[in-house]
């Protein structure tokens, strides 16, 4: 059965530092997410990617953040340079439209030291 | 603003018996409203999507209903066992994007 992955499964870093966290979404699916949940909160929308742009994004996916679909199978999330606040596990999630069931990565824990 | 609210109390129940976990949202029309199950230090998992114009929707041994009334899901695990075990997570969309509110999950222990 197809699902979606990401690496690395944990990423520990120094605040200020940049961080890339990578997905292979699902191969025929359209829509790309990336969610982030702190230790212990509700899963939170970070940012939803369609057809090559952005078509939303929550506010605190502010100017430190950004996505990229390099090629036609990885989806990328960056963090110009983390705070302590961004640690926290990030999930990526995958979907054939934007009005059904998503499939959520496996997460990757960020930790800003 | 939207609210999505479910029992931040464990639920505990003993094996073979029916767990019920509600969803509340409030400032909400939803066209659909979907269940995802979260184990400890994982991803969630899709269970069951239901659509607004879906009073109940089955799988296996879960069961959910949407009561656009109510503003309320309900969701229903048969016959538990300690494999059901787990944070069950409601969630909801937020405009056309696909973009999923969630709410806190409620923890499910099913004792043998």
């Known amino acids: 059965e197809p699902e979606v992955t990401q690496t690395p499964s944990h990423q520990v870093t120094q605040m200020g530092q940049e961080v890339i966290l990578r997905c292979v979404p699902i191969?025929?699916?359209?829509?790309f997410y990336w969610y982030r949940q702190i230790l212990g909160q509700k899963v939170e929308f970070l940012v939803s990617?369609?057809?090559?742009?952005?078509?939303?994004k929550s506010e605190i996916f502010d100017d430190q953040f950004s996505v990229e679909r390099p090629d036609g199978s990885n989806f990328t999330l960056k963090i110009r340079s983390t705070k302590l606040e961004d640690s926290a596990m990030y999930f990526c999630?995958?979907?054939?439209?934007?009005?059904?069931?998503?499939?959520f990565g496996p997460g990757t824990r960020l930790t800003v030291l | 603003s939207q609210k999505i609210e479910q029992n931040s109390e464990a639920l505990n129940i003993q094996e073979g018996k029916t767990a019920t976990l509600t969803c509340n949202y409030t400032?909400?029309?939803?066209?659909?409203l979907q269940w995802y199950r979260q184990d400890p230090g994982r991803g969630p998992v899709f269970l069951l999507l239901i659509r607004e114009n879906e009073k109940e929707k089955r799988k296996e041994r879960l069961k959910v209903t949407f009561d656009t009334t109510l503003k309320q899901s309900l969701f229903h695990i048969t016959a538990s066992q300690p494999a059901d075990s787990a944070t069950y997570l409601c969630a909801l969309p937020a405009g056309n994007t696909g973009k999923l509110i969630f709410g806190q999950g409620t923890t499910l222990q099913v004792k043998p």
């Open positions: 400032n909400y029309s939803p066209a659909y």
């Open positions: 990617f369609y057809n090559n742009e952005i078509s939303e």
């Open positions: 191969s025929n699916h359209l829509y």
């Open positions: 999630a995958s979907g054939k439209s934007s009005y059904n069931e998503q499939f």
